[in-house]
């Protein structure tokens, strides 16, 4: 055999192949289109009964209950997605009605089984519908889901156990976000929808006598109490504003100006001989949030700081408190109120 | 029945609205974003608008400033959409002339009411 023989065998084998490949993917694709068509002809009519389920009148919602939970597997498959996305956008009877198809339809053991796959998007998607189904008896399965071998399958863990609003759900997120400060964001955002009951938590843990690593949660806790604002909170906040974790106290600031207490404004003064720059800027967007006589008088002495972003800070906050706060500022000679008021008129032309 | 304009770029949230409204007896006209919301104003003239207040492009608020310019849209009913995290834009919203508005996720029942409440006033 000639070397022109086997290059070509070798090209007509490697033609086949590429003709095999081409053929495959677009059968491949067809047959894709084709699920797809049909998932589409199935969904259809049957969305317009998860619709019903949701917003119907009873005798409407009774029989489109009826017609969900005699739907075929093939059924439940074409709009089970669309299904879980609807959940969290209803409140109320609806939404647990739209809860119980779900569960009726084996979605529970089909969600808990997500959670052990090798796959991390699958175990993520597993603790998101347990989070939907919000059946107390899997919340054990979404708390594992905060040592998720994967970031995000622990990001979505810890939004989902925002349905589970126990103390001992709570605590363990905070202990979460406190040990792997990423989750932060995510941790304030599932506190934000569990308001009332994960703000007592908070509270506690405002309270603990301070050492360590109990900072970092106690700072959490601080963000965590400003955000659900729960008042009760204010004097654990300002307790917090004589340690001297400056991170703890800027959180507390923060939180107090969210509250808006005006019995604050004495604590919050007291921070403007604070060393650190950053908790005396803290302290004067406080004092613009809680506003009042003496909040104005706190942010006309912080006009002078000797640190500019300081300085800036109460400018801004003057600016933002209407007339009384922009006298304050066109009488003052310091030169960040002279900046303050130029910018703000150059946004009013 | 009435010609309601409903605005919100989250398809779930403007096909529940669009599904709740139209089995009340409501024509419906539904877009995703803010400037085709001020668009279907002028051009269709409804008796109603639910905006959604974060929507891309034009905001709810915006949507609301231009709409209320229009002098044959200044009486027009509009009910603001907004998370619960954005309730401070709720009095932006009642400024630039938003008549109600509603939390979401919302109940069916609370926005049908509410549609109801503010037709008949305005009829």
Same mark, same amino acid.
């Given at each position: 055999m000639t070397i022109g023989h086997i290059g070509y065998w070798a090209a007509v084998t490697v033609g086949l192949g590429c003709l095999v490949v081409v053929v495959s993917l677009i059968v491949i694709r067809l047959h894709a289109d084709r699920d797809e068509r049909r998932t589409q002809e199935l969904r259809t009519p049957l969305w317009r009964d998860v619709l019903m389920l949701g917003v119907g009148e009873p005798d409407e919602v009774d029989a489109a209950n009826r017609t969900l939970l005699a739907l075929s597997p093939e059924e439940q498959a074409a709009i089970e997605d669309d299904t879980f996305a609807l959940v969290p956008k209803l409140r109320g009877e609806a939404r647990q009605r739209v809860r119980e198809v779900l569960r009726a339809w084996g979605s529970v053991d089909r969600a808990r089984n997500s959670t052990t796959s090798p796959s991390p998007v699958r175990r993520a998607r597993g603790y998101y519908r347990l989070g939907v189904l919000a059946l107390p008896e899997r919340r054990d399965d979404v708390l594992a889901g905060l040592h998720d071998r994967d970031f995000t399958a622990r990001r979505t863990a810890m939004l989902a156990l /925002? *349905?589970?609003?126990e103390h001992a759900v709570i605590e363990e997120m905070l202990l979460a976000a406190t040990v792997e400060p990423r989750l932060r964001h995510d941790f304030l955002a599932a506190v934000d929808q569990v308001g009332g009951p994960a703000a007592d938590v908070m509270v506690e843990h405002l309270r603990r006598a301070t050492s360590g690593d109990l900072d970092r949660e106690r700072r959490l806790a601080a963000e965590a109490v400003g955000l659900v604002g729960e008042i009760d909170a204010v004097s654990s906040l300002e307790g917090?504003?004589?340690?001297?974790d400056d991170e703890l106290r800027i959180a507390a600031l923060q939180a107090l100006g969210a509250l808006g207490?005006?019995?604050?404004m004495i604590v919050v003064t007291a921070q403007? $001989? /604070?060393? *650190?720059p950053d908790v005396r800027q803290a302290a004067m967007v406080a004092a613009g949030k809680i506003g009042g006589p003496s909040g104005l008088m706190l942010l006309g002495i912080g006009? $002078?700081?000797?640190d500019v972003e300081v300085a800036r800070a109460a400018a801004g906050a003057l600016r933002r408190s209407g007339a009384s706060g922009r006298s304050i500022l066109a009488t003052s000679q310091a030169p960040v109120a002279r900046e303050a008021l130029a910018l703000a008129a150059l946004r009013a032309s | 029945m009435a010609r309601i304009l409903v605005a919100d770029d989250d398809v779930d949230i403007r096909e529940l609205v669009e599904f709740k409204l139209t089995t009340m007896g409501h024509e419906i006209v539904a877009v995703g974003d803010g400037a085709a919301a001020i668009d279907a104003c002028m051009a269709q003239k409804p008796d109603l608008a639910v905006l959604d207040v @974060? @929507?891309?492009?034009?905001?709810g608020l915006d949507a609301i400033r231009a709409i209320r310019a229009e002098p044959s849209l200044a009486d027009l009913p509009v009910i603001l959409l907004t998370a619960r995290a954005q309730e401070s834009d709720v009095e932006t919203g009642f400024d630039s002339g938003a008549d109600d508005y509603i939390t979401k996720p919302f109940s069916p029942r609370e926005l049908a009411s509410r549609v109801q409440a503010l037709l008949s006033r305005s009829r």
């Open positions: /925002a *349905s589970f609003p917090c504003l004589v340690e001297d207490s005006p019995s604050s403007l $001989g /604070a060393s *650190s006009l $002078g700081d000797k | @974060m @929507m891309p492009g034009v905001s």
